[in-house]
């Protein structure tokens, strides 16, 4: 048997389900809630390594974000119990302006189809942190790449994501903390 590396794990809002990312490209989710935690789901969407995962706040429903060295960003979302689907996927190429809008791949976003919400290549290069605002702003992540770059990503209320690109964000970012 090959050791798996395991880069991350994350607890729920409750404490009540764990998620884990590693080399093999996989994310697990567990319920944590008993003694032991028993496996739920392998989610499957990532071309390389995948280096960290986000719970959103529950408010938002069972939001799982993860980020991989294959350049992208992917956010699942549970549509029942042990099944998690998709109604909304984008990728490169990213419009100049820094800004774009995504749409979902259905009206209803209630509509299981298996994968993930959404599916980012807001970078060039492997995106190695994500994390999700505080629920009072909405739902919005963030996300940091080897490129150099952040990239923010906000659900609109009409279904649509607002992907805003920050070139050289660790320098602006800098700049504001000098201020």
Avoid at 153 to 162: E, F, H, I, K, R
Wanted: aromatic share 8%; glycine share 8%.
């Amino acid at each position: 048997m090959v050791a798996v590396q395991v880069h991350d794990v994350q607890f729920d809002y409750y404490g009540r389900r764990l998620a884990t990312c590693s080399s093999d490209r996989s994310i697990k989710v567990f319920n944590a809630a008993g003694e032991q935690a028993v496996p739920e789901a392998e989610l499957l969407g990532h071309d390389g390594p995948v280096w960290q995962v986000a719970w959103a706040h529950p408010r938002f429903g069972n939001i799982l974000a993860s980020c991989s060295f294959d350049n992208s960003i992917i956010v699942w979302k549970e549509m029942q119990s042990g099944v998690w689907s998709q109604f909304a996927k984008a990728a490169a190429p990213w419009c100049t302006a820094g800004v774009l809008m995504l749409s979902r791949l259905s009206n209803d976003p209630d509509q299981p189809i298996a994968g993930a919400v959404y599916s980012s290549q807001a970078h060039t290069a492997s995106v190695n942190g994500i994390s999700f605002a505080p629920h009072e702003l909405g739902l919005i992540l963030a996300s940091a790449s080897s490129d150099g770059s952040i990239a923010i990503l906000t659900y609109q209320t009409d279904g649509n994501w607002a992907v805003e690109k920050v070139r050289s964000g660790h320098c602006v970012l800098a700049m504001l903390a000098d201020q």
